[in-house]
Nanobody, 122 residues
Framework: VQLQAFGGGLVQAGGCLRLSCAASGRTFSRYAMGWFRQSPGKEREFVAAISGTGGTTYYAGSVKGRFTVSRDNAKNTVYLQMNSLKPEDTAVYYC????????????????WGQGTLVTVSS
């Protein structure tokens, strides 16, 4: 599985962005998908995850209520809608795919995209 994330950019605090992650292959619906982010000097952290069917979602406490994860299995794409962005959301955002179910651990995921940079200015 190859993953390509895009949609990052520069946005002012309070603004919004939608990230997309396109996956190759014919079995996309079998994969749980996750979004993680990493800021300079910090470890990669969980942001959101969604089950293969899209019926179950999980969020980190820091983004719950502001971010929404969704997927379109017909388009092999997962999305992360980010609203009310804060400067502390600035990071490289990565999408990931795995067979072990949607979860918050990096070890749940087997495939990773290259990341897309989100910068939120104050």
């Amino acid at each position: 599985v190859q993953l390509q994330a895009f949609g990052g950019g520069l946005v002012q605090a309070g603004g919004c962005l939608r990230l997309s992650c396109a996956a190759s292959g014919r079995t996309f619906s079998r994969y749980a998908m996750g979004w993680f982010r990493q800021s300079p000097g910090k470890e990669r952290e969980f942001v959101a995850a969604i089950s293969g069917t899209g019926g179950t979602t999980y969020y980190a406490g820091s983004v719950k209520g502001r971010f929404t994860v969704s997927r379109d299995n017909a388009k092999n794409t997962v999305y992360l809608q980010m609203n009310s962005l804060k400067p502390e959301d600035t990071a490289v955002y990565y999408c990931a795919a795995g067979f072990r179910g949607a979860g918050s651990l990096t070890s749940n995921y087997d495939y990773w995209g290259q990341g897309t940079l989100v910068t939120v200015s104050s």
